[in-house]
């Protein structure tokens, strides 16, 4: 099973400033990685897929990098609405598909 | 648009079956995944299973031996049940469907239905 490492558990920023999370696998995923944005009381939402593209309607301040164990999800100036709960999830290998632990982005 | 419709108890015993029904609109069952996620409270995602179509099945190692994922194509719909519930399997449960996205075509959930929290409690 590959395991997904994200970090930090919490994230504490302000409107406006520029939010790095990461998410590291126990072993290479390629660039099978996908970030998730999740609300009190929501479903999950795709926001990048193959680790650095946009998923449809998904603002250009979110952007992702990295292939192999690494992968980084930027935001670049964070909005109000920004301030939510982020897994990244990979299908590399399988089963099982499996999520990271989550960053929850919190307000400053 | 997909929508996808959760629907089942929110109360289920220790030891009995919890079964859940997702009916799905806007798209066809054949040649897509659907996957049942779940999230206990306060928690991260679990993959728990998917079913391709209407007949192959893909389950998490370790609730293989308590799962069963179902399709009825006739209603549209994709079913869960989870035998034996424990405290432990209390959660948030979601149906999800995977996509074919991107140049190389990789699977993501792209869509989620509500989700439904079913709570084992006697």
Redesign the interface.
């Known amino acids: 099973?590959i395991v997904l490492t994200q970090s930090p558990a919490t994230l504490s920023l302000s409107p406006g400033e520029r939010a790095t999370l990461s998410c590291r696998a126990s072993q290479s995923v390629s660039n099978?990685l996908?970030w998730?944005q999740q609300k009190p009381g929501q479903?999950?939402?795709?926001l990048i897929?193959?680790a650095s593209?946009r998923?449809t309607g998904v603002p250009a301040r979110f952007s992702g990098s990295g292939i192999g164990t690494d992968f980084t999800l930027t935001i670049r100036s964070l909005e109000p609405e920004d301030f939510a709960i982020y897994?990244c999830?990979q299908?590399f290998t399988?089963?099982?598909?499996?999520?990271?632990?989550?960053t929850r982005l919190e307000i400053k | 648009q997909v929508q996808l419709q959760q629907s089942g108890p929110g109360l289920v015993k220790p030891s009995e079956t919890l079964s859940l029904t997702c009916t799905v609109s806007g798209d066809s069952l054949n040649g897509k995944y659907w996957?049942w996620v779940r999230q206990p409270p306060g928690k991260?995602?679990?993959?728990i299973?998917y079913i391709y179509g209407s007949e192959r099945t893909?389950?998490?190692?370790?609730l293989e031996n308590r799962v069963t994922i179902s399709a009825d194509t006739s209603k549209n719909q994709v079913s869960l049940k989870l035998r034996s519930v424990t405290a432990a399997d209390t959660a948030v449960y979601?149906c999800?469907r995977e996509n074919q996205?991107?140049r190389?075509a990789?699977?993501?959930?792209?869509s989620?239905?509500?989700?439904t929290l079913v709570t084992v409690f006697s």
Request: proline share 8%; no cysteine.
């Open positions: 099973e099978y996908a998730y479903a999950p939402r795709l897929y193959d593209n998923a897994y999830q299908r399988w089963p099982p598909i499996t999520f990271g632990q989550g | 996957s991260g995602l679990e993959w299973g893909n389950y998490n190692p370790s979601y999800a996205l991107g190389t990789k699977l993501y959930f792209d989620w239905a509500q989700g």
